[in-house]
C-alpha cells in the first residue's frame, strides 16, 4: 500500500455548485465569473462528496495497519472548509479522532494524547499551556477525556482569534503514534491582513504550508524529507513507516473559487514529481490575483527586514571582534581570542549545553512559578471560602437564635390559645349538650306528631282525596266556563269583525258607485259639450263660405264698378239685383254676430290683418295664462249642480283632472283603510292565540297537579294498610 494518500472532502453548501463537477476521484472545477472558463481538472485517491458521512472518511482514512505503523493526518484547506469538522466533529457526528480513540478503546488498546498548538513557529504545549518543546501526555480513559481535550483547542481559535496549527499525538500500547494535525486555515493572507502582528501571522502559516508541501512531496517521491525549516514539519512523524494521509477540505460556494482552485493545486503539487518551492511561490503569486500584490509587498517588506537584520548582525559581530581586539589590549595579551574561541568549541558546545539546560530549567521554575501562583490562588480563595464559611455560619448561628426566640414565643401564643381553647371548648360543650336536649326534646315531640299523623293518615288522604276531586272538579268547571267564555268571545269577536268588514265593504261600494256615477255624467255632460262644440263649429264653417260668397260678389260688383261694366257710367252706375251681394244678418250668422257683440271686435276687423293677427296672439297669451292660473275647489255633493255644457274647453279640463286626483285620494284613503283592517284583524288574531296558549298553559299545570295528587293517593293506599296495623298493634 502507498504510504502517502490524498484525499479530497466537499463541504456541504445549500446553493448552487455548478463551479464543480464530481466523477469518482476526478474532480473539474471552472471559474463561475467567466463563461468561456475551461474546466480544470484534478485527481486524488478519494474524493469524499457533501453527502458523504464521518463514518465513511473514518474507514476509507484507517485503511491501514495502524497497530504497527505510525501515521500522520493532516487536513488542509481555507477556514470554514471542514478541517476541524472532519477530524474532530461533534457528540452527534464525531470526526475521525473521536472515531478512532473510541475503536481503540474498545479494543482494549492504552491510549494516551498529547496536543501542541504552533502560532508564529512557536510550539506551545496546551496541556501545561507552557511553550515548551517537551509534551506532557494525558491518559484517555474514556472517549469524554477526548471531547474536554477537544474543547480546549476548540477555545483557542475563538478565543485569541488567531490561526493556528494544532497536532494531537495518541500513543498506543503497540508501541505506535497516530498524528493527527488540524492545520491553519489556507486563505490567502491578504483578505485578512489588518495589523502588523497578523502580517507576521499570515507570513510564518504561508511560509509553513509551503514547508510542508515540499516534505510531503519529498516523502512522497521517497527522498530525504528537510523538515528543519518549520517547527510545523520538526513537529511531524514524516518518516520511512509512517502512513502520511492529507485530507484537503473545501467549501465549494462560488465566492471561494480561487480558494478552492489553491487547495486543489496545493494537494496535486505533495504529489507531482520535481517542484522546488520557487516554482511552488511563482505559480502561487502567478495563479494570484489583485488581491495577492499586497501579500507581495509584505513579502517584499519582510524580505528587507530580515536583510536589515542581517546587517545588524553583521554589525554586532565587527563590534564583538572590535570589543575582543581592545580587550586583549587592556589586558595585554597576545592571543588570538578568536582563535581560542574556536580551538573552545567543544567548551562552547557544552556552555551552549548547559544554556538550554538553563533554559529548560527557566521554562520549569516558570511551570513552579505559575503553579505556585495557581496554588497561591486556590489557597486564597480557600481562605475567602473560609471566610465566607465563617461569616456564614455566625449567621445562621444567630438566625438559629432568633428562631429559638420565636419558637418560645410561638409556644407561649398556642400555650394561652390552648388554655382559651379548652375555656370555649367547654362552652362550646354545654352549648352543645344544650342544643342536643332541645334537638332531642324536638324531635321527640315531632315524632310524636308525626305518629298520630300517620295514624291520621288514611282519614287525612281520604280528605285531600276527596278535596283533590272537590279540586279537579272545580278545575273542570273553571276550564269548561274558561273555553266556553273564550268561545263566545271569540264569536263575538268574529261576528263584530265580519260586520265590521261588511260596513266597511258597504261604504267602499257606496263610495265607488258614487264617484262611477259622477264620472259618468261628467262624462255624458263632456260628450254633449263636444257635440254642441262641433255643432257651433259647422255652423261657423257655413257662415265662412257664406261670408266668403258675400265677399267674392263684392269683388266681383267692384270690377264691374270700375270697369264701367253697369249702366249708368262710373258715375250713376246701378247694380242689378242679381248682382248684389246679400248683407250678413243675425240669423244665419249668428255666431258672427255673437263675437262682435260680446268681444267688440268690430273696431278691429276694419284694421289691417296684422293688427288682427296681434290681437288674436295677445288674446290667446293671455287665455293661456289664464287656464293656467285656475284654481277650482269642487264640492262632489253639488257635482249635479255644475253645468259643464257652459264650461269653456279649460275649465273643464280642469275638472276632470281635479276629479281624477279625488277619485284616487278616495282610492288611496280606502287602501288605507283596508290595511288598518288587516291590522286589527291580526291583532285580534293574537289575542286569540295567547288566549289558546294561556288555556294550554293552565291546562297542563292542571295536569300536572292530577298526576302528583294520583301518584299521592297511591302511596296513602300503600300506607294505609301500614298504619291499620300499627293500630292493632
Ligand atoms: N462535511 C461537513 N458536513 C456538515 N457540516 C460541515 C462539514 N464540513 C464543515 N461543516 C460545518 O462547517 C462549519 C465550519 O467547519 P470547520 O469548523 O470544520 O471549518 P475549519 O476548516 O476547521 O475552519 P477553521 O480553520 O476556521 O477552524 C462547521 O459548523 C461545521 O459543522
Not at 511553550?131 to 494525558?138: G, I, L, S
Amino acid at each position: 500500500m502507498n504510504n502517502y494518500k490524498v484525499y479530497l472532502r466537499v463541504r456541504p453548501i445549500d446553493y448552487d455548485q455548478s463551479m464543480l463537477n464530481i466523477d469518482h476521484n476526478l474532480i473539474s472545477i471552472k471559474d463561475p465569473t467567466n463563461k468561456q472558463a475551461e474546466w480544470q481538472q484534478y485527481s486524488y485517491d478519494k474524493i469524499f462528496p457533501s453527502i458523504s458521512t464521518q463514518k465513511e472518511l473514518f474507514d476509507e482514512v484507517f485503511n491501514f495497519d495502524y497497530l504497527n505503523k505510525n501515521a500522520c493526518i493532516l487536513s488542509y484547506g481555507q477556514s470554514g472548509s471542514g478541517k476541524s469538522y472532519s477530524l474532530f466533529g461533534n457528540v452527534q457526528n464525531p470526526g475521525i479522532v473521536p472515531l478512532f480513540v473510541q475503536t481503540m478503546l474498545e479494543k482494549g488498546q492504552v491510549v494516551e494524547a498529547s496536543f501542541q498548538e504552533i502560532y508564529v513557529d512557536q510550539i506551545k504545549d496546551l496541556n501545561t499551556n507552557l511553550v515548551t518543546e517537551d509534551f506532557t501526555r494525558r491518559n484517555i480513559m474514556l472517549i469524554n477525556d477526548l471531547w474536554d481535550m477537544i474543547k480546549i483547542v476548540r477555545n483557542i481559535d475563538i478565543k485569541r482569534q488567531v490561526r493556528t496549527h494544532v497536532i494531537i499525538t495518541l500513543y498506543l500500547n503497540s508501541n505506535t503514534k497516530v498524528q493527527f494535525v488540524d492545520l491553519a486555515g489556507s486563505e490567502r493572507v491578504a483578505k485578512n491582513i489588518t495589523e502588523g502582528e497578523k502580517y507576521q501571522e499570515a507570513i510564518m502559516i504561508t511560509s509553513s504550508h509551503q514547508v510542508l508541501n515540499r516534505c510531503l512531496n519529498q516523502f512522497n517521491q521517497k527522498k530525504v524529507v528537510q523538515k528543519r525549516e518549520s517547527k510545523l514539519t520538526q513537529a511531524l512523524i514524516i518518516e520511512n513507516n509512517t502512513q502520511v494521509i492529507l485530507i484537503g477540505t473545501i467549501n465549494p460556494s462560488q465566492s471561494n473559487y480561487e480558494e478552492c482552485l489553491l487547495t486543489l493545486q496545493y494537494m496535486d503539487r505533495t504529489k507531482n514529481v520535481q517542484v522546488s518551492i520557487r516554482n511552488q511561490q511563482q505559480s502561487l503569486l502567478g495563479s494570484e490575483t489583485q488581491n495577492n500584490i499586497q501579500q507581495d509587498k509584505v513579502i517584499k517588506k519582510l524580505q528587507e527586514e530580515i536583510q536589515e537584520y542581517k546587517q545588524k548582525i553583521e554589525q554586532m559581530n565587527l563590534d564583538r571582534k572590535k570589543k575582543f581586539i581592545d580587550l586583549q589590549k587592556l589586558l595585554g595579551l597576545d592571543i588570538d581570542l578568536e582563535r581560542l574561541s574556536a580551538k573552545n568549541a567543544k567548551d562552547i558546545t557544552i556552555f551552549r549545553n548547559q544554556q538550554e539546560a538553563l533554559q529548560k530549567n527557566v521554562s520549569l521554575q516558570q511551570q513552579l512559578e505559575q503553579q505556585q501562583y495557581e496554588l497561591a490562588e486556590s489557597l486564597k480563595k480557600n481562605e475567602e471560602l473560609k471566610q465566607d464559611f465563617h461569616q456564614k455560619l455566625e449567621r445562621y448561628q444567630q438566625q438559629l437564635l432568633e428562631q429559638r426566640e420565636i419558637n418560645k414565643k410561638l409556644k407561649d401564643q398556642i400555650n394561652m390559645t390552648k388554655m382559651s381553647g379548652d375555656d370555649a371548648l367547654r362552652q362550646l360543650n354545654s352549648e352543645r349538650d344544650h342544643f342536643i336536649r332541645k334537638l332531642q326534646d324536638e324531635s321527640k315531640n315531632l315524632l310524636e306528631d308525626k305518629v298520630t299523623s300517620i295514624i291520621n293518615l288514611p282519614q287525612a288522604a281520604q280528605t285531600k282525596l276527596s278535596e283533590n276531586q272537590k279540586l279537579q272538579d272545580l278545575r273542570k268547571q273553571v276550564r269548561n266556563e274558561a273555553e266556553k267564555d273564550f268561545n263566545k268571545q271569540l264569536e263575538q269577536i268574529k261576528l263584530e269583525y265580519s260586520k265590521w268588514l261588511d260596513t266597511c265593504k258597504q261604504q267602499y261600494e257606496y263610495h265607488l258607485n258614487e264617484k262611477n256615477k259622477e264620472i259618468e255624467n261628467f262624462l255624458t255632460s263632456f260628450k254633449q259639450y263636444r257635440d254642441k262644440k262641433k255643432q257651433q263649429i259647422n255652423e261657423i264653417v257655413d257662415e265662412l263660405l257664406d261670408l266668403n260668397d258675400i265677399i267674392q260678389k263684392q269683388s266681383k260688383v267692384i270690377d264691374k264698378i270700375e270697369t264701367g261694366g253697369y249702366s249708368g257710367g262710373l258715375k250713376s252706375f246701378s247694380i242689378p239685383k242679381q248682382d248684389k251681394p246679400n248683407l250678413p244678418n243675425k240669423i244665419k250668422h249668428k255666431n258672427l254676430f255673437f263675437y262682435l257683440d260680446t268681444k267688440s271686435v268690430s273696431a278691429t276687423i276694419t284694421k289691417k290683418g296684422s293688427n288682427i293677427e296681434k290681437t288674436i296672439k295677445t288674446t290667446t297669451k293671455q287665455f293661456k295664462q289664464s287656464q293656467s292660473q285656475i284654481i277650482i275647489e269642487i264640492d262632489c255633493n253639488q257635482l249635479d249642480q255644475i253645468n259643464f255644457l257652459s264650461m269653456d274647453f279649460s275649465t273643464l279640463r280642469s275638472y276632470a283632472n281635479k276629479l281624477r286626483d279625488m277619485i284616487k285620494e278616495l282610492q288611496d284613503q280606502m287602501v288605507i283603510i283596508q290595511d288598518k283592517c288587516k291590522q286589527q284583524v291580526a291583532q285580534m288574531q293574537r289575542e286569540r292565540d295567547e288566549a289558546i296558549q294561556k288555556f294550554n298553559m293552565e291546562n297542563r299545570r292542571y295536569n300536572q297537579n292530577r298526576v302528583v295528587i294520583e301518584s299521592q293517593n297511591r302511596i296513602l293506599q300503600k300506607i294505609r294498610p301500614i298504619s291499620s296495623i300499627q293500630r292493632k298493634s
